[in-house]
C-alpha cells in the first residue's frame, strides 16, 4: 500500500476534507508533526508524495524553529525526485522559498472568505483547473508568498496577487485553505492564539460575519475542494492492490 507524507504543524491544522479524499483512495498517511516532534527528520525516499500543511509561525521563524530548515530540505528532496508536492498556507510559502522567492507580511491580513480568481495559465491548468474561473475561498494569512520566477502563476485575489502556483509538473502552493470545512473554521474562530491573530489584524468583531459566510460557502468549497483534491492525487497514483493466490 502506498503513502503519503504529510508535514503538520499545530493540532488546529489538520488535513481537513483532505484526509478523507487521501484515504477514499487507498493510501496510508504518515504523520509528521512537529509541534509534537521539531527534532524530526523525516525522509521522502519512502513515500509517493508530500503534503505541507499551514500553521501560525512563518519562514522567518526558522533561525528558531529548526524544524522549517528540516521541511524544505525534506520538499528540495521530494522536487529532485519528481514526487507530487501540495503545500497549503505556511506550505506555500516553505515550497516558494525553497524555489527562491521572497515572503513577507502583508500590508492587508486575508482572514475569511475572499474571491479568489484564476489566471490564464490556472484555468487550463490539469488541478486548479477545475476550478474555473474562480470561487470564494476560505483564507487565514498575514504572510504572502512572491509566485517563484520559474513557476507558473495560477491564481491571485484583489488583495494578494500570489495565491497558487505550479512548478513542474506536480508541485502546487496554495495560499488558501480549500481543506477547510464548517468544524475546521469553527475551531479556528473559537481557539484563543488564532483569536489573538484575529485581534491583530484588526478583524475580531469579523467573527460572526465569518461564521455567517461560512454557512454560505463552505458547501460549494467542498465540492470545489473535492475535484481539485481529485486531480492532485491522480498525480499521486492510486495504491497497487495486493494480489493473493486464487484471485483472479
Known sequence: MSRLLVFQHVAAEPLGTL????????????????????????????????????????????????????????????????????????????????????????????????????????????????????????????????????????????TCAGQAFRYGGNAYGFQFHLEANQALIERWLSTPAYREELCAAGVADDADAIRAATLREVAAMEQRAELVFGEFLDLVGRPLRRITLGSR
Open 19 to 158: 484526509d478523507r479524499l487521501i484515504r477514499r483512495r487507498g493510501h496510508r498517511i504518515k504523520f509528521v508533526n512537529f509541534e509534537r516532534h521539531p527534532d524530526a527528520e523525516p525522509c521522502v525516499d519512502r513515500y509517493r508524495g508530500l503534503v505541507v500543511l499551514g500553521g501560525p509561525m512563518n519562514v522567518e521563524d526558522r533561525a528558531h524553529r529548526a524544524h522549517l530548515l528540516t521541511e524544505m530540505r525534506a520538499i528540495e528532496a521530494a522536487l529532485r525526485q519528481d514526487k507530487p508536492v501540495l503545500g497549503i498556507c505556511l506550505g506555500a510559502q516553505l515550497l516558494a522559498h525553497v524555489l527562491g522567492a521572497p515572503i513577507r507580511r502583508q500590508r492587508e491580513a486575508e482572514i475569511g472568505w475572499y474571491d479568489v480568481a484564476t489566471t490564464p495559465a490556472g484555468r487550463a491548468d490539469r488541478v486548479l483547473g477545475t476550478l474555473g474561473d474562480g470561487a470564494p475561498l476560505f483564507q487565514w494569512h498575514s504572510y504572502a508568498f512572491d509566485v517563484p520566477a520559474q513557476a507558473e502563476h495560477l491564481a491571485h485575489s484583489e
